[in-house]
């Protein structure tokens, strides 16, 4: 068993804050796992619960927007592959948002006992969310099955939005798991701000409904929300060009996610020497 010695010293865990978060990776590996299995220990269909809920919901969905509302879909793309692009995308970002908003929270006992980066605790709580979408996905990959829908050269691009969707969880979570361990109102607010992330995103509709109405003035508030690129650009990966996509739109939510990501790393790093009191 490999071991290494730790110094207790003024100073050095700032200075040797990354070294010390990869030397600790195996302590990010265990809790990831144990999350997993927390998760679906003891549930009768185990992990088949990450297909049921995309596949409930989208069902729900179609009804609701397609045949009661009557929201058309992309030209050329069937309106459940289009909803199910979007749950799957929107479904990792919020389960992994949720996850790393309470990941200081429900690990306290170890933040009391014992000295490592605290940081260990928002990357290994991904996990859960990771094992979700995978799963979303292989839906995802048999409805396109079912209604003969080929994918193209832009699926090359779908590791990318899978990366920038799981930075916006960061960027944004991150935040809220430092301001959580203080002010535990925000265990309250985090399923609120997801409930209504869910239909202010390009989920059950396209942005292309949007764009067509670019007069009104609350149009260009709604690009602005840095999760309409992510999905719209996951989307189009998976479904070419028929699907809508705006460059403008992702560079936009790309910078925002960007800017988010640095404030809240440099918040949480500031913040997390104060974990011990606050808990």
């Known amino acids: 068993m490999k071991t290494h010695e730790v110094i207790i010293q003024p100073g050095r865990s700032e200075r040797h804050y990354w070294r010390d978060l990869w030397r600790n990776r195996e302590l990010m590996y265990i809790l990831s796992m144990r999350d997993v299995s927390v998760r679906y220990k003891q549930t009768a269909l185990g992990t088949a619960w990450g297909l049921i809920r995309p596949l409930t919901t989208m069902l729900i969905m179609v009804f609701v927007f397609s045949k009661i509302a009557k929201l058309p879909a992309d030209p050329g793309v069937p309106y459940p592959l289009m909803v199910l692009g979007g749950i799957t995308v929107w479904t990792f970002f919020s389960t992994a948002f949720t996850q790393i908003s309470n990941s200081v929270t429900l690990n306290s006992n170890l933040v009391t006992k014992v000295y490592f980066p605290r940081l260990i605790m928002p990357i290994s709580s991904i996990a859960v969310s990771f094992v979700d979408f995978l799963v979303s996905l292989g839906l995802f990959i048999l409805l396109a099955i079912w209604y003969r829908f080929i994918p193209d050269w832009h699926l090359l691009l779908?590791?990318?939005?899978?990366?920038?969707?799981?930075?916006?969880?960061?960027?944004?979570?991150?935040?809220?798991?430092a301001v959580n361990v203080k002010f535990r109102d925000i265990g309250q607010l985090i399923p609120f701000i997801v409930q209504v992330g869910f239909y202010i995103c390009p989920i059950a509709y396209s942005s292309r409904l949007v764009a067509e109405k670019a007069n009104e003035w609350w149009a260009p508030f709604y690009w602005f929300n840095p999760m309409v690129g992510i999905i719209d650009g996951f989307r189009w990966s998976l479904l070419g060009e028929r699907a809508y996509f705006d460059l403008h739109s992702l560079l936009l939510?790309?910078?925002?996610?960007?800017?988010?990501?640095?404030?809240?790393?440099?918040?949480?790093?500031?913040?997390?020497?104060?974990?011990v009191d606050d808990i």
């Open 158 to 177: 779908l590791p990318a939005f899978i990366v920038l969707a799981l930075l916006a969880s960061f960027a944004f979570g991150l935040f809220f798991a």
């Open 253 to 275: 939510s790309i910078g925002i996610v960007t800017v988010c990501l640095i404030l809240s790393l440099y918040f949480f790093r500031k913040r997390e020497n104060t974990f």
